[in-house]
């Protein structure tokens, strides 16, 4: 499963553990309250803000947003509003080998494609641009 990694001083001080598994395909519906409440209509318009294509510009909301639920999900409560972290030193680590990759693997078979297009690489220069032409019209 893909994890967020705060610095060592955000972690000791928010109590919080190395690795924070954050599985964004598995959001529930008080998650996706609180998802839309900071501007994202959707659970999948947050995703695209994560995950876009351009790796130029961050949306720090959206990577916020998603500290604060991988946190949630660990058992820290902490308050969005005023929630601060190191975000030079936040880390995405990408799941390295899906389950369906190694059973497909095992089997001789192509792996199933991701469902997200999460890069494996650190979140610093992430993104937060849509491709132009591809918003919703309820976007």
């Given amino acids: 499963m893909p994890s967020l990694r705060l610095s060592e001083a955000d972690r000791e001080?928010?109590?919080?553990?190395?690795?924070?598994?954050f599985d964004v395909n598995d959001v529930t519906n008080r998650e996706a309250i609180e998802i839309a409440r900071v501007g994202y209509k959707t659970p999948h318009l947050f995703r695209r803000a994560l995950f876009a294509k351009n790796a130029d510009d961050m949306d720090i909301l959206?990577?916020?947003?998603?500290?604060?639920?991988?946190?949630?999900?660990?058992?820290?409560?902490?308050?969005?509003v005023t929630f601060e972290f190191n975000v030079d030193q936040l880390d995405y680590i990408p799941d390295p080998e899906p389950a369906s990759t190694v059973a497909?693997?095992?089997e001789g078979k192509a792996p199933a494609p991701s469902t997200i297009s999460?890069?494996?690489?650190?979140?610093?220069?992430?993104t937060s641009k849509a491709?132009?032409?591809?918003?919703?019209?309820?976007?």
């Fill in 13 to 21: 001080r928010l109590g919080a553990p190395e690795l924070l598994p």
């Fill in 62 to 80: 959206a990577w916020t947003t998603a500290v604060w639920l991988a946190l949630r999900r660990a058992g820290v409560d902490v308050d969005l």
């Fill in 118 to 126: 999460a890069k494996p690489r650190s979140t610093r220069g992430a």
């Fill in 104 to 106: 497909a693997a095992d």
């Fill in 131 to 139: 491709k132009s032409g591809t918003r919703s019209p309820n976007s």
